[in-house]
């Protein structure tokens, strides 16, 4: 069965019980975090900027032109006009992909490493998770509210490094 990001959350829910002190932190620790994608994520490659996080590699230096992209949609079997492309991840684009996967890669690792985040315990897993992730969607689940902002400490650090902003749901 192929979940999204919020059904996943939702099944994990129903397995567990959580302590829901009210319903303001609640709603604070059920907030998605979706990452801007591609080209917002990382900083103008054009200005020599190895992506991710400093220390990823000053040998991995990467020149790609992502100004003035465009691209032509097929709807019913016909190919609209071109249409500029201002952020995402570029469909058909294996080199974008890879570079999103790199970056947020770098992300994920500095909160699953975390010794401090709780996350949340699942049955017959040895190690608590604290986060999902599918697609350009990363979602938190904990059940201590403590975790929320050491999460977005870790989502702060990552974002003077890479550009990458939330978006808040």
């Not at 009210?22 to 054009?46: A, G, H, M, R």
């Not at 000053?58 to 100004?67: C, D, F, N, P, S």
């Not at 890879?98 to 017959?124: D, H, M, Q, V």
């Not at 897993?125 to 059940?143: A, G």
Request: aromatic content about 8%; some cysteine; overall charge negative.
């Amino acid at each position: 069965m192929v979940l999204n990001n919020e059904q996943a959350v939702d099944e994990y829910l129903g397995m567990i019980e959580l302590n829901k002190s009210n319903e303001e932190d609640w709603s604070v620790l059920n907030q998605f975090i979706s990452k801007k994608e591609c080209l917002d994520n990382i900083k103008d490659l054009e200005n020599n900027k190895s992506p991710g996080i400093d220390g990823l590699g000053k040998g991995l230096w990467i020149k790609i032109r992502y100004k003035d992209i465009k691209s032509k949609i097929q709807v019913n079997g016909m190919l609209t006009e071109e249409i500029l492309i201002t952020r995402s991840v570029r469909q058909g684009c294996p080199l974008s992909m890879n570079l999103y996967a790199l970056a947020i890669e770098t992300f994920a690792n500095s909160i699953r490493t975390n010794k401090n985040i709780k996350g949340i315990n699942i049955p017959n897993l040895k190690e608590p998770i604290q986060l999902f992730q599918h697609v350009d969607d990363c979602t938190t689940i904990t059940t201590d509210i403590k975790d929320y902002s050491l999460f977005m400490n870790e989502f702060e650090k990552f974002g003077k490094a890479s550009g990458a902003n939330i978006a808040r749901n």
